[in-house]
Protein backbone atom coordinates (compact mmCIF):
# COMPACT_ATOMS: atom_id res chain seq x y z
CA UNK A 1 0.00 0.00 0.00
CA UNK A 2 2.21 2.78 -1.23
CA UNK A 3 2.16 5.53 -3.74
CA UNK A 4 3.77 5.50 -7.21
CA UNK A 5 5.36 9.46 -8.04
CA UNK A 6 6.57 10.00 -11.32
CA UNK A 7 6.89 12.78 -13.55
CA UNK A 8 5.07 13.12 -16.75
CA UNK A 9 5.92 15.76 -18.89
CA UNK A 10 6.00 18.77 -16.29
CA UNK A 11 3.71 17.22 -13.76
CA UNK A 12 4.57 15.69 -10.66
CA UNK A 13 1.73 12.25 -10.56
CA UNK A 14 1.17 10.25 -7.57
CA UNK A 15 -0.69 7.51 -7.45
CA UNK A 16 -2.43 6.12 -4.71
CA UNK A 17 -2.52 2.54 -3.76
CA UNK A 18 -6.65 1.35 -3.39
CA UNK A 19 -6.75 1.30 0.18
CA UNK A 20 -4.91 4.59 0.61
CA UNK A 21 -6.98 5.93 -2.39
CA UNK A 22 -10.22 4.30 -0.70
CA UNK A 23 -9.27 6.63 2.57
CA UNK A 24 -8.14 10.27 1.00
CA UNK A 25 -11.17 9.88 -1.55
CA UNK A 26 -8.66 10.24 -4.68
CA UNK A 27 -6.53 8.06 -6.67
CA UNK A 28 -4.52 10.33 -8.72
CA UNK A 29 -2.71 13.44 -7.73
CA UNK A 30 -1.15 15.84 -10.02
CA UNK A 31 1.26 18.94 -9.43
CA UNK A 32 3.07 20.67 -12.26
CA UNK A 33 6.66 20.59 -11.31
CA UNK A 34 7.52 24.37 -11.66
CA UNK A 35 5.71 24.62 -8.26
CA UNK A 36 8.21 22.60 -6.64
CA UNK A 37 10.14 23.97 -3.84
CA UNK A 38 12.09 21.47 -1.51
CA UNK A 39 12.40 17.98 -1.48
CA UNK A 40 13.20 15.67 1.59
CA UNK A 41 12.85 12.44 3.45
CA UNK A 42 11.60 12.48 6.45
CA UNK A 43 12.36 9.00 8.35
CA UNK A 44 9.62 9.38 10.91
CA UNK A 45 6.50 9.46 8.75
CA UNK A 46 4.22 10.88 11.53
CA UNK A 47 6.69 14.16 11.29
CA UNK A 48 5.34 14.87 8.04
CA UNK A 49 1.76 15.61 9.75
CA UNK A 50 1.01 19.01 10.54
CA UNK A 51 -2.70 20.57 10.89
CA UNK A 52 -6.03 19.72 11.75
CA UNK A 53 -8.11 17.24 9.48
CA UNK A 54 -9.53 18.79 6.41
CA UNK A 55 -11.41 17.02 3.41
CA UNK A 56 -11.61 13.19 3.16
CA UNK A 57 -9.18 12.92 5.67
CA UNK A 58 -8.69 9.26 7.69
CA UNK A 59 -6.07 7.78 9.89
CA UNK A 60 -5.68 4.62 11.69
CA UNK A 61 -2.95 6.27 14.37
CA UNK A 62 0.16 3.85 14.70
CA UNK A 63 -0.97 2.56 10.85
CA UNK A 64 -1.53 5.10 8.36
CA UNK A 65 -2.64 8.29 7.40
CA UNK A 66 -4.47 9.60 4.26
CA UNK A 67 -6.25 13.20 2.88
CA UNK A 68 -5.98 16.72 3.85
CA UNK A 69 -4.64 18.42 6.46
CA UNK A 70 -5.51 22.12 6.98
CA UNK A 71 -3.22 24.65 8.63
CA UNK A 72 -2.28 28.58 8.84
CA UNK A 73 0.07 28.16 5.68
CA UNK A 74 -2.52 26.17 3.56
CA UNK A 75 -3.31 22.23 3.02
CA UNK A 76 -1.30 19.48 2.98
CA UNK A 77 -1.82 16.68 0.96
CA UNK A 78 -1.00 12.68 2.91
CA UNK A 79 -0.83 9.61 2.06
CA UNK A 80 1.21 7.89 4.56
CA UNK A 81 2.20 4.53 6.43
CA UNK A 82 3.54 3.47 9.54
CA UNK A 83 7.16 2.39 9.28
CA UNK A 84 7.38 4.18 6.00
CA UNK A 85 9.92 6.72 5.59
CA UNK A 86 7.91 10.15 3.92
CA UNK A 87 8.54 11.43 1.10
CA UNK A 88 8.08 15.37 1.65
CA UNK A 89 7.59 18.16 -0.95
CA UNK A 90 7.02 21.34 -0.59
CA UNK A 91 4.88 23.62 -2.67
CA UNK A 92 4.38 27.00 -3.89
CA UNK A 93 0.79 27.10 -2.38
CA UNK A 94 -0.17 30.13 -4.17
CA UNK A 95 -0.02 28.12 -7.22
CA UNK A 96 -0.90 25.27 -6.28
CA UNK A 97 -3.90 23.58 -4.25
CA UNK A 98 -1.48 22.17 -1.63
CA UNK A 99 1.09 23.48 0.56
CA UNK A 100 2.98 20.33 1.14
CA UNK A 101 2.71 16.73 0.02
CA UNK A 102 3.79 13.86 2.39
CA UNK A 103 3.75 10.12 0.81
CA UNK A 104 5.07 6.67 1.48
CA UNK A 105 6.93 5.87 -1.67
CA UNK A 106 8.97 2.60 -2.40
CA UNK A 107 12.40 4.47 -3.25
CA UNK A 108 11.73 8.17 -0.96
CA UNK A 109 15.56 8.48 -1.72
CA UNK A 110 15.68 7.93 -5.76
CA UNK A 111 12.42 9.64 -5.63
CA UNK A 112 13.92 12.78 -4.25
CA UNK A 113 16.51 12.81 -6.69
CA UNK A 114 13.53 12.10 -10.07
CA UNK A 115 12.16 15.65 -8.76
CA UNK A 116 15.22 17.82 -7.89
CA UNK A 117 16.30 17.03 -11.08
CA UNK A 118 12.75 17.55 -12.79
CA UNK A 119 12.57 20.69 -10.42
CA UNK A 120 15.65 22.27 -11.39
CA UNK A 121 15.53 22.03 -15.09
Do not use: N
Not at 12 to 41: C, F, M
Not at 80 to 100: C, F, I, K, Q, T
Request: hydrophobic share 40%; net charge positive.
Amino acid sequence: MVVRVQVEGDQLVARLSWGLALAAGRRTLRVPVDRVTDVRVEPSWWRALRGTPGRHYRCRPGRWCAGELIHPKGRDFVALLEGEPALVVDLRHWRSPYARLALAVHDPYGSTALLRQHATG
